[in-house]
């Protein structure tokens, strides 16, 4: 599998400098369509550095920290958690791990407000994003998704077709856009959320190897 790391070595003011090209990926789609599921395979496959908003979300409301607190007044109703707490975790996992071959995002950017401080982050490391790849599935796909995870996933959130609604909604109004932003730097790819975890895995593995 063919992949794109590569390094530059420079000599400035007689100094060896070493910049390493990272690549950033954005696993876009909407709640339930496999983001979670093929963003393990895909670090292992890539290497890269997984950060789900959503999971340290459920990190900081299981140890109950104040961000957890204030976080789960959001996410128990299917809303978004307001961006000043979002980007500022976001923001902070990312400078804590300096050294890596890039990222993927996952459930991280889910507003335009949002993909414009990601592109920022990701510039003062002399990165971007690389790719936004969505995985396409229908609402009532996605329903019957959640509600069959729920049996399992012990999610708040993924137990009340209502709230799963709610999250599709919000989805559509204002995470959809961000598609859009992506689209406009011809970064984006639409890839059929539907078939085998390999089959999808596969899919987006052709998209990331083209990149
Ligand atoms: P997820 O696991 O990605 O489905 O996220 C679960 C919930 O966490 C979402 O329904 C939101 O309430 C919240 N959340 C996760 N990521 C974000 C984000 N980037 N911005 C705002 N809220 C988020």
Same mark, same amino acid.
Do not use: W
């Given at each position: 599998?063919?992949?794109?790391?590569?390094?530059?070595?420079?000599?400035?003011?007689?100094?060896?400098?070493?910049?390493?090209?990272?690549?950033?990926?954005?696993?876009?789609?909407?709640?339930?369509?496999? %983001?979670?599921?093929?963003?393990?395979?895909?670090?292992?496959?890539?290497?890269?550095?997984?950060?789900?908003?959503?999971?340290?979300?459920?990190?900081?409301?299981?140890?109950?920290?104040?961000?957890?607190?204030?976080?789960?007044?959001?996410?128990?109703?299917?809303?978004?958690?307001?961006?000043?707490?979002?980007?500022?975790?976001?923001?902070?996992?990312?400078?804590?791990?300096?050294?890596?071959?890039?990222?993927?995002?996952?459930?991280?950017?889910?507003?335009?407000?949002?993909?414009?401080?990601?592109d920022k982050?990701?510039?003062?490391?002399?990165?971007?994003?690389?790719?936004?790849?969505?995985?396409?599935?229908?609402? %009532?796909?996605?329903?019957?998704?959640?509600?069959?995870?729920? %049996?399992?996933?012990?999610?708040?959130?993924?137990?009340?077709?209502e709230i799963?609604?709610?999250?599709?909604?919000?989805?559509?109004?204002?995470t959809s856009?961000?598609?859009?932003?992506?689209?406009?730097?011809?970064?984006?790819?639409?890839?059929?959320?539907?078939?085998?975890?390999?089959?999808?895995?596969?899919?987006?593995?052709?998209?990331?190897?083209?990149?």
């Amino acid at each position: 599998m063919f992949f794109r790391t590569f390094a530059v070595v420079l000599i400035v003011n007689r100094k060896i400098k070493v910049l390493i090209y990272m690549i950033n990926l954005v696993l876009f789609g909407p709640p339930g369509s496999g %983001k979670g599921t093929q963003a393990e395979k895909l670090v292992e496959a890539y290497d890269l550095l997984h950060i789900s908003t959503g999971d340290l979300f459920r990190f900081n409301m299981k140890n109950d920290t104040p961000l957890g607190q204030e976080a789960k007044r959001y996410i128990t109703k299917g809303e978004l958690v307001p961006d000043s707490v979002t980007i500022n975790m976001l923001k902070a996992r990312v400078e804590e791990t300096p050294d890596v071959k890039g990222y993927i995002f996952d459930g991280f950017p889910r507003n335009i407000n949002q993909s414009e401080h990601l592109d920022k982050i990701l510039a003062e490391r002399g990165g971007q994003v690389d790719g936004l790849l969505m995985l396409d599935v229908e609402e %009532k796909e996605i329903v019957a998704r959640i509600l069959n995870r729920g %049996k399992t996933s012990g999610r708040a959130d993924d137990n009340d077709e209502e709230i799963i609604r709610n999250r599709f909604q919000v989805y559509q109004n204002e995470t959809s856009p961000v598609f859009d932003y992506y689209d406009k730097q011809e970064k984006s790819h639409k890839i059929d959320g539907i078939g085998s975890i390999d089959d999808i895995f596969a899919r987006l593995s052709d998209v990331i190897d083209s990149l």
